[in-house]
């Protein structure tokens, strides 16, 4: 099961979005249990993944913040929901800048408790398309809670919203 609000549609929204082709290259950061990297193969992308804790063997162990993959390895990267939980936000958007080539995009929703685009911008991205998924999140959140899988790490104090983001490496 998908654990980010929206499931596919989400990552088909996020596709539809950034205008990627088959056959771009694509690393997903915070991969889980690679329902993602499935999809994006089976509509034709270069899907990896990666996780500090794989739970499917689509998806490689590794650490988002240093994935060891050579600079400019990929088209595009996306990531949902993994950032944030990362612990590391602005280290892991600098790791994604790296990791793409000149022009490439990063496809990313995620938990905030400030605005999104400062942080984009800082790690060297401009900012293309963003969609406000706060109801979808809380909807989502509540229900984790219900099923005893939600987030559990300390949340900062704040207005907590969800965003999916469309960035381009500059
Ligand atoms: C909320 S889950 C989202 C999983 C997947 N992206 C999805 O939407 O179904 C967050 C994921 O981030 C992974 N994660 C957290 N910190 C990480 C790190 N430093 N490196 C790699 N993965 C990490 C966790 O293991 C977990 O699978």
Redesign the pocket.
Known sequence: M???PGGAAHTRRMLELSGLRPGARIL??????G??VELLRDLGYGADG????P?SPLVEQ????RTGYPDGSFDAVL????FF??GDMPGALRESCRLLRTGGLLLWSDVFFSPPEPLLTAAGFVLLAAEDMTPQWKEYYIDALWRGDA?CCDLPRGKCSYWLLIGKKV
């Open positions: 998908n654990s980010h997903d950061l915070g991969a889980g249990a329902e993602s990666l996780d500090l804790a739970r590794g650490d988002l913040l990531s949902q929901c993994a939980v990362s987030l």
